[in-house]
Structure formats: C-alpha cells, structure tokens
C-alpha cells in the first residue's frame, strides 16, 4: 500500500508525537519553575536542578539511542512489508541497553559528589546536587525502558499511545510536584527540593508501568528475550554505537555550556537553567515533525519509494519551520512573564533577558537541524548523523565557546556558540539529503 504525505497523515503523526516529545522536558520544566519559588533557597535549588538535569539528561541521551535504532529497523521492515522477520529483535536491544543502565547508575551513585564538582558546583549547590540527583537517578533505567516502548510504536506508525504515556507522566509529575516540593498544611510536610525529585521518580515510575501493559495489549511484541540472537542486532548495534558517540558529542555541548555558565556565578547558572529549559521545550515541540519524518521516512527506504521520501522531505521541513515562527512570535510577547515563571530573583531575570533574544531568533535552524535529524534517523543514516554531530561540536561550539571566553563575552558568548552549533547541524544535513536522494528522484 502507497504511503500518502499529506498535511493530515504527516500530522496524524506529528502532533502526538510532539505531545509526548514535550512530556521529558515539561519534567524539568515544571521542577525548574516549582522549585526556583522555594522560598529558602530557591537560587540555589534553582541551579542544582539545572546542572543535574543536564547530566541525568546526558545520560539518557547517550543510552536512550537504542530508539532511534529500534524505530528505524522496525519501520524499514514494515515497509518492505516483512514485519514478522522483526519481532524478537526488540526484546534483545531492551534487555541489553537495561543490563547497561544499570551497571552505569551503579557505577554514578559512589562518586556522585565528585562528578557535579567537576560541573563547577559548590557549596549549598553541591549539596542539593546530590541530593537531588540521588533520588533522580533511580528513574533512569525506567525512562529507558519507556524510550525504547516507544520507539518500538514509532516503528509501527504509531504515535498514540507514546502520547498517552508521555501526557499521564507530566501530568502526574505536576500535580506532584506542588504537593511534595510545597506540602499540604500538616498533612503532607514541604520536601522542597527532594519533593521534586520523588515527583519526577514516581512519575517516571507509572509511564513506566503504562509502557508495559500498552506493549502486551496492542502488539504481539514479546519482552522476553529468546535465542538464537536476531541477525538484526549488529546492525541495530552498530546504528546504536553511533548514535551513542553522537550523544557524547551533543552533551559535551551542552554539559560545556551549563559548566561555564555554572562558572560565571549562581545567577547566570539560574538565568542558563531558565533558558535551556525552554531552548529544550522548543526543540521537542518542533520535534513532533523529525518524529514524523523519521516514522515515515523510515518506511518509504524500505519501499524504495524515493520520490514520496522526497516530498515528506519537503513538507514536515515546512510545517517545522511554521511551528519554529508560532514559537518565536510567542517568544517576542511573553518573555518577560516566561522569566518570572521560573524565578522571582531580579537578578537572575535580568540576566535571562539579555540571553532569551538570542534563543528565539536561533528557533527557525533549529527547526531545520531538528526535523532532518529524525528524518535521517529513519534512514539509518547514524554515521552521518554522528559526523555532523562531531563536526559541529569540536570545530564549531568548542572554539567558538573559547574565543568568547577570551572576550569575555559571557553568557551571551555561550548562547551565540550554541547557535553557530545548531547552524552547522541543519545545513549539513540538508546538503546530504539533496546530495544523496535527488539523483534517485524518478520523472513522473
């Protein structure tokens, strides 16, 4: 059956999966705004959720490839119209990428303090870090477990029920968050900022839960690994190792970022906090396109149907550059409120608006690095993916980041690498793709 791209299958898919894109960081989002209001040190409670959410965030980025990969492979078969070969092979990658997890949480919680001094915290800051961060932890593999679930429904051309789970999770995360982190007269005493990690930790725990039963009510998928061991696990492997180093890449970006920021002093670690929180929450909401892109693109490969590919192409980098526009207009209007959300500290906002400008203007590249991205996951095009990543982070972020430095640029200085990063990204990726598929294109 003939893939159609239209405004409304492209969508169809694209909107759920926006929702459920936004649902990791609403969780940060919403411990980064509850939290910035504790009223005894909420500075500092502020900056602790920025610099863990930012290595628990590494963390999973790097482990939590194994999606990508898994979708790929999955709608690739589905499209070529051979899904059956396919069905032990999920199984094999979640048990394996677990085993991992584990052994790497494990490996985190004895030097816990060590590593957020490296991050450049201190103080007050250090100690909430690990606080923070050792309750947090224990919700890593579990998000895991929900990341591949859902990469496994992507695979199937379903973005449903990844938004049921994501929606439940945040919502569940919110609600929490107000009750543990401020408490409820004297029934419930404030935990303020250990109130917001078991928020987050429960939270993950049911989207969890949620995964599991979805996976055994609406597929024949098992969760049991069998043997012998599915010939599509090297190359599942090998697409997983990419996107693996790639995530190194991209994090050591972003962990450089939060670390000079966090060297500045504590309000432009709070004002940094603010800002790539919502940088965040933009790119998983134009996302929801790459989703798409990689759902679907992922598919036509497998029916060699390069002419459609080329028009998906075409359209979700259209209706991601659209929802880039809607984000930056909303960005010109309601920043000043957007800050106070997140902070009452004068200081700390003042800081934030000299920075937000940078951040929004950034918004319509990003959209085209971001929806190529999940095209070219679809594709199985990790090496590339990976290239780019290494590219854009050692010879255009990291220098870049150096030289302002030197000029003492600041804040501003890191945010303006941030956006040379995400330039060379999304013109790398649009070059390749034009490269590689318009000689394929047939005239019809």
Known sequence: MKTVVSFKTINSLAIPATIAGIAEPVLSITDTAIVGNIPTYGLESLAAVGIVGSFLSMLIWILGQTRSAISAIISQYLGAGKLDEVKNLP??????????????????????????????????????????????????????????????????????????????????????????????????????????????????????????????????????????????????????????????????????????????????????????????????????????????????????????????????????????????????IFYRPLGRLFSNDPIVLETFYSIFFILILGLPMNSIAFVFDGLFKGLGEMKFLRNVLLTATFLGFIPLLSLSKVFGFGLQGIWIALTMWMIIRGSALVWKFRRKFRPLLQKV
């Open 91 to 332: 199984a094999q990658a979640i048990f394996f990428n677990l085993t991992l997890s584990v052994l790497l949480l494990l490996s985190t919680i004895f030097i816990v303090e060590e590593i957020f001094e490296l991050l450049n915290a201190s103080g007050k800051i250090l100690e909430f870090c690990v606080t923070y961060y050792s309750i947090r932890v224990w919700g890593f593999p579990l998000t895991l477990f929900v990341f591949a679930v859902m990469g496994i429904f992507r695979g199937l051309q379903n973005t449903y029920w990844p938004m049921l789970i994501a929606i439940t999770g945040a919502l569940l995360n919110i609600v929490l968050d107000f009750i543990l982190v401020y408490g409820i007269s004297d029934i419930i005493p404030a935990l303020n900022l250990e109130g917001a990690a078991w928020a987050s930790l429960i939270s993950q725990g049911v989207m969890a839960i949620m995964a599991l039963v979805l996976l055994r009510l609406k597929t024949n998928i098992s969760l049991i690994p069998k043997f012998p061991i599915h010939r599509e696990l090297g190359r599942l492997a090998l697409m997983s190792f990419n996107l693996f180093i790639r995530a190194i890449a991209l994090n050591i970006t972003l962990i450089l970022a939060v670390r000079e920021a966090a060297a500045l002093g504590d309000r432009y670690i709070g004002a940094h906090t603010i800002a790539i929180n919502l940088w965040l929450f933009a790119a998983f909401f134009i996302d929801g396109y790459g989703a798409a892109g990689n759902i679907m693109g992922g598919k036509l490969l497998g029916a060699k149907d390069y002419n459609t590919l080329w028009k998906l192409a075409k359209k979700i980098a259209l209706y991601g550059g659209m929802v880039s526009l809607f984000l930056m207009l909303n960005g010109f």
